[in-house]
């Protein structure tokens, strides 16, 4: 099907268009990217493509919706908006473009003073720093797109930290979907949100969101099978995920752009109040500050994420399971810092 009739057939709403994508990795030759990321009017600089469910059946295909040097027109935003179309795709052999296409936007928003795109602006940066993110995992030549990303999520926190106001907008920008890179995303958001919900520092906040960001770094050493079925981990299985703190230390340690507390952090990010985490069962006391925020929002993104096989928890009934996670040497997460966290999902 070429992309004129895909386009007709999308507008006369007679495709079933999927909208879910669990994962980002080695499944597919296509990676989503968001309608609202995209610059209406403009040019395209890759082809997009949308993904749709063939014959009521199963078997999922992707069907051409615009070419390359073709322009997005604003009056096919508002239609598609209409029938909820969120998200398109791309080819993952054009990441490189898309990033530069979004870098581009990002640009684009700089030059236009006067103008209050926060909202907007924070998508496009947000969706950029996910592509980079995902660059940066699968390079072989980890440390220049670490600190591409570095840069990016400089930017985010100064944008964050301007008024309270846009710290609402993070509970709009998470991923719904679950995979390594947007699950990374969304805890580096709720970090550094909830650090400037906390009034501390720009450079506490960058901190704790770059430890976020790459908290599962370690992961990508780690089979793929292992990430997405939790349920089914036997002993084995379990003493190998368990390395990824680990390892993801190991691999930033390479990087010397990387600060010490970044590196502790990533470190610890599973360990738990009680001091029944892992790798070293440190207590809440021997913790880094900041661990304790960094394992809070791990587990309440991974609770309320889209995984496969596991249905999505509501956000207070997320907080109700973090709760209600006590042993005999006391709660796992840190009674504060959830309470603190309550506050910031309550944000009006």
Same mark, same amino acid.
Request: hydrophobic share 40%.
């Given at each position: 099907?070429?992309?004129?009739?895909?386009?007709?057939?999308?507008?006369?709403?007679?495709?079933?268009?999927?909208?879910?994508?669990?994962?980002?990795?080695?499944?597919?030759?296509?990676?989503?990217?968001?309608?609202?990321?995209?610059?209406?009017?403009?040019?395209?600089?890759?082809?997009?493509?949308?993904?749709?469910?063939?014959? &009521?059946?199963?078997? @999922?295909?992707? +069907?051409?919706?615009?070419?390359?040097?073709?322009?997005?027109?604003?009056? !096919?935003?508002? @239609?598609?908006?209409?029938?909820?179309?969120?998200?398109?795709?791309?080819?993952?052999?054009?990441?490189?473009?898309?990033?530069?296409? *979004?870098?581009?936007? +990002?640009?684009?928003? &700089?030059?236009?003073?006067?103008?209050?795109?926060?909202?907007?602006?924070?998508?496009?940066?947000?969706?950029?720093?996910?592509?980079?993110?995902?660059?940066?995992?699968? %390079?072989?030549?980890?440390?220049?797109?670490?600190?591409?990303?570095?840069?990016?999520?400089?930017?985010? @926190?100064?944008?964050?930290?301007?008024?309270?106001?846009?710290?609402?907008?993070?509970?709009?920008?998470?991923?719904?979907?679950?995979?390594?890179?947007?699950?990374?995303?969304?805890?580096? +958001?709720?970090?550094?949100?909830?650090?400037?919900?906390?009034?501390?520092?720009?450079?506490? %906040?960058?901190?704790?969101?770059?430890?976020?960001?790459?908290?599962?770094?370690?992961?990508?050493? @780690?089979?793929?099978?292992?990430?997405?079925?939790?349920? %089914? !981990? &036997?002993?084995?299985? !379990?003493?190998?995920?368990?390395?990824?703190?680990?390892?993801?230390?190991?691999?930033?340690?390479?990087?010397?752009?990387?600060?010490?507390?970044?590196?502790?952090?990533?470190?610890?990010?599973?360990?738990?109040?009680?001091?029944?985490?892992?790798?070293?069962?440190?207590?809440?006391?021997?913790?880094?500050? !900041?661990?304790?925020?960094?394992?809070?929002? &791990?587990?309440?993104?991974?609770?309320?994420?889209?995984?496969?096989?596991?249905?999505?928890?509501?956000?207070?009934?997320? *907080?109700?399971?973090?709760?209600?996670?006590?042993?005999?040497?006391?709660?796992?997460?840190?009674?504060?810092?959830?309470?603190?966290?309550?506050?910031?999902?309550?944000?009006?």
């Amino acid at each position: 099907m070429d992309v004129h009739s895909t386009r007709q057939q999308l507008f006369a709403n007679e495709l079933k268009v999927l909208r879910r994508n669990f994962s980002t990795t080695g499944t597919t030759s296509f990676l989503p990217i968001y309608l609202q990321t995209l610059m209406s009017g403009e040019k395209l600089s890759f082809n997009l493509y949308v993904k749709v469910s063939a014959n &009521d059946q199963q078997e @999922v295909t992707f +069907l051409p919706f615009l070419e390359a040097e073709e322009v997005l027109e604003p009056s !096919w935003v508002e @239609v598609l908006d209409k029938l909820g179309v969120d998200r398109f795709y791309f080819r993952r052999r054009d990441l490189e473009r898309v990033i530069a296409y *979004l870098n581009n936007h +990002l640009l684009l928003f &700089d030059s236009q003073k006067g103008r209050n795109h926060s909202k907007e602006k924070l998508l496009v940066l947000v969706e950029h720093l996910n592509f980079s993110l995902y660059r940066a995992f699968n %390079s072989p030549h980890l440390g220049r797109f670490i600190h591409l990303a570095q840069t990016q999520v400089e930017r985010l @926190v100064q944008l964050l930290q301007k008024d309270i106001a846009s710290l609402k907008l993070v509970w709009e920008l998470l991923y719904r979907n679950y995979s390594l890179y947007n699950h990374s995303l969304n805890v580096c +958001l709720l970090g550094i949100g909830l650090m400037l919900f906390s009034h501390k520092s720009r450079y506490d %906040s960058l901190i704790v969101g770059l430890a976020c960001l790459f908290h599962d770094l370690g992961l990508t050493r @780690v089979p793929e099978e292992l990430r997405y079925h939790r349920d %089914s !981990w &036997d002993g084995e299985e !379990w003493e190998t995920i368990k390395k990824h703190p680990q390892l993801g230390y190991q691999m930033l340690k390479e990087c010397e752009s990387i600060p010490p507390e970044v590196l502790q952090l990533v470190l610890e990010h599973h360990e738990n109040a009680d001091g029944s985490g892992y790798p070293r069962g440190l207590s809440l006391n021997q913790q880094h500050p !900041w661990t304790r925020i960094i394992r809070l929002v &791990d587990a309440y993104d991974g609770l309320t994420g889209h995984r496969p096989n596991q249905q999505p928890l509501a956000p207070f009934a997320a *907080l109700k399971s973090l709760q209600n996670q006590v042993s005999p040497k006391g709660p796992r997460f840190d009674p504060r810092t959830l309470k603190n966290f309550i506050r910031f999902l309550a944000l009006p």
